[in-house]
Each structure stands twice: as C-alpha cells, then as structure tokens.
C-alpha cells in the first residue's frame, strides 16, 4: 500500500466515469450528501464530473493545478477532501508514481435518496445533522406522491401481449465494460468478528441467512452503536422471525433501543456534536463578540458545561439535561451553549431543570437555531423580565452574562468586563 506520497500541482490525473449520473443524483448529492461531508468535499465531486462532460466516460488528461485554481486550497487540503470523498464511496483513486506522479479518480453515482433515508448510517448521520425540520423538508422532496387508485384497473399489457419472438441467428452477447449506474458500499474498516458471531448462533439457526448485504447491515449498525460481536448476536436471536431468517426492520430497531437505553435515550452521531457548519457565523471577524460566538459554536455543550465546572465531570443530572436540549427540545449545540452560559450567570450558577427548559421550549418553538439568534432573545427576554427601558442597566448588570453588551467593541470596557472576556475565552485557546 502506498502511503504518504505527498501530491503536487503539477501531478497528473484522469477521470473515469464508473456509473450513469443523473439530474437526480445530483439533487441526492447536493441535499442530502452536503450536510455530511461538506461544501468543499461537494465542490470537488462536480468538478470531477465536470472533467467528464467533453467525453461523458473518461477524461482527458489535466493536471491538479486545475483542481487546486477551482477549489482555492492547497494540495494538503485537497488530499484531506479527496479522503471524503474516498470515505463516503463517491470515488476510488489510484496512483503510478514516476517523476510526475499520475492519478485515476473513478467517480461513482450516490446512493438512491430512498437507500439514503434507509441507511443505518447516513440517515442518523443527516438528521443529527440538520435537525428535524429541516430533515422532514428533505423527506417531503423525495418523497413519492400517493395517488388514490379506488376504482381504477389496471389494464398495462405484458411483454408477450405486445412482441412476438422471431428466429434469428446466434451471436455472443457482449456485455463487457458497458456502463450501467454503479454505486460503491459504505466501506467500513471494522474489527467486528463475523465469524465469531455466526459461530454463537444456535444450531437451528441456518448460516445461509448471513448473506453479504445483512452482513453489510450488522457491521453497520455495530459501528454506529457500538456493539461487540456477543452482544450483537443476542439481538439477532430476537430478531428472527418465524421463517427463520432476519427481520431487518426489526434489527434496526432493537439496535438503536440497547443504545438508547445505555445512554439515557440519546441516539448517536459518529461527528462531534457541535454546531453545524451551515449554521456558523462566517469566519474573518476578530471582535470580542465574534470570539465568544466561535466558543459557542465551535465546543460541545458536554466540554462547555464541563468548562464552567473547573474541568470536573458533571453531574449526572446535568448531563442528562443537556441531552434533553438536543434531542427532545431539538436545539443546536451551540444555542445550549448560549443557553447554559445564560442559565448559569442570571440564577446563581445553578441548571434548574425548570427554568433551562422553559427557555429550551420557547426556543424551540422560535426555532432558534444560530448562536446569535440565541443570544440576541436571551438579551430581549432578559430585559422584559426585569421590566427596564433602559439597556445600558442591564448590560452592567454582573448578573448577566459579558455577551448581553452587544457594544463591547465601540465602549471603553472596564476592567471588570474586560477579565470576564478574557477568563471565558482562555478556556478554549
């Protein structure tokens, strides 16, 4: 295996079409595959299919300065996108190294929007994602309209209805190399010992319903939930049915249960559950406030609340409250940051499970979903509970958090307010 090859602009490369791309490809791509691997990664996937367009199955050859010119990066940036995409199964890549190194990228279609919604993965992946509404907005596009057919029969003729078979003299059938839609499997570098759980199975239990694709479901949904092989096989055992093989849906579900109920009904997320990338403030602004949004944005509630506890582990009780705020209240992790930092300051440093969800509850229903979105209602909810006209009392006020000074930037701070930016910030450098 050839590793650590560092590319060049100048390197080479080829595009090779493996499948048959369609218009609705691209709408899966760009809808459902972006929230996952990002702009940058979807940016790069068109360009390749771009390369296609003078000869639809391989391309002529270009070099990666091509590439690099379009998408503004630098090679060690390229090669980190190309991974993504590499990683989700959009494209395969070869190297033949010489004093210019030279590529083959073979560029896959994306999986159908309904194997998407039906992966064990990518579906979870999507909703912790975007959210519910936004994911039920997605469902309600690709979904297929249902027309009532009561009274209607169906009249469509067969085959043999319509042709005849005519003699004709025998040939070969060539079928070598046409192109046909090709999609890759999610590869999945797992330790997950098959054998080991096939092996456990009673003797009743035929081996020959462990094809590939369920054996491609198992390693899936061990993956995602975390199950060893002698756990996985006893969720299998209540899984089958009564003709002796596995219920898939049924699969899923007991799957996803033992997670939840391990983890105080949290569903799992194989990133980092901070604030999603298309809900960030754009980056370049250098003010004080613009630093304390990053923090929100750019650190898990569980790190946040952990910050606020001297680096001690939280409470159980509070742990489960910030899982409560994302799951049941649906709130991005950066807004129950916002929603922490407020809680803490303005009630004596105390989560009361009450109060935060009030507030979690009214923001849902806004459908907060931005750092300063969050920031801004706690300010303007803060100010009418406290029934003053004038802002100024409550921005000094040290009972609320430094960020309600939505001026700190234009008005001398003082030294007081100045600590305040300083202590909540080095926590993060």
């Known amino acids: 295996m050839i590793m650590d090859i560092t590319l060049l602009p100048a390197d080479n490369y080829i ?27 979807v940016s790069l996937y068109n360009i390749l299919y771009n390369d296609l367009k003078r000869n ?16 503004h990066i630098s090679s060690k940036e390229f090669v980190e996108v190309r991974s993504v995409l590499e990683g989700i199964g959009l494209i395969k890549s070869y ?13 896959y279609s994306p999986i159908s929007s309904h194997e998407f919604f039906s992966h064990p993965i990518f579906n979870i992946v999507l909703y912790n994602n975007v959210g519910k509404t936004e994911y039920e907005r997605l469902i309600n596009y690709f979904k297929m309209p249902k027309i ?3 009274g209607y029969v169906e009249i469509t003729k ?23 839609y090709n999609k890759q499997r999610l590869n999945i570098d797992s330790n997950f010992d098959m054998n080991f759980l096939i092996e456990s199975m009673p003797k009743q239990i035929d081996r020959k319903i462990f094809t590939k694709d369920l054996q491609e479901l198992i390693i899936s949904l061990a993956y995602l939930y975390d199950i060893d092989a002698a756990k996985m096989g006893n969720i299998i055992k209540s899984c089958i049915n009564e003709r002796g093989t596995v219920n898939r849906d049924e699969l899923r579900k007991v799957a996803r249960d033992h997670y939840q109920f391990d983890h105080s009904g949290l569903l799992p997320t194989v990133i980092e559950q901070t604030q999603p990338e ?51 209240y649906k709130l991005k992790p950066g807004v129950v940051n916002v929603l922490i930092d407020y809680v803490l300051k303005t009630n004596d440093n105390k989560l009361t499970k009450s109060l935060v969800e009030t507030i979690a509850g009214q923001w849902s229903r806004k459908n ?18 406290v029934n003053s006209k004038n802002n100024k009392k409550i921005i000094k006020d040290k009972n609320v958090p430094v960020w309600f000074d939505k001026d700190i ?20 450098r």
């Open 409 to 428: 930037e234009t008005e001398r701070a003082s030294d007081d307010e100045r600590m305040a930016i300083e202590e909540m910030l080095k926590e993060y």
């Open 158 to 180: 067969k085959f043999n209805q319509v042709f005849e078979s005519v003699p004709c003299t025998s040939f070969d059938i060539y079928k070598d190399n046409i192109r046909k």
């Open 368 to 385: 907060i979903e931005t750092v300063e979105d969050a920031m801004e209602i706690a300010r303007k909810n803060h100010q009418k509970s």
């Open 56 to 71: 639809n199955t391989v391309s002529e050859n270009l070099s990666h300065a091509h590439l690099l010119a379009n998408l």
């Open 278 to 328: 298309y809900l960030r403030k754009p980056i370049g602004d250098n003010s004080n406030i613009a630093k304390m949004i990053y923090t929100f944005e750019t650190v898990s509630p569980y790190d946040f609340l952990r910050s606020k506890c001297g680096d001690a582990e939280p409470v159980k009780r509070d742990i489960k409250l910030l899982e409560d705020l994302i799951i049941d």
């Open 148 to 150: 009532n057919k009561d």
């Open 15 to 41: 595009v090779v079409n493996k499948s048959v791309i369609t218009t609705m490809d691209m709408d899966v791509l760009n809808m459902l595959y972006l929230p996952i691997i990002g702009p940058m990664a």
């Open 95 to 107: 190297i033949k190294t010489d004093s210019v190194n030279n590529y083959i990228y073979e560029i």
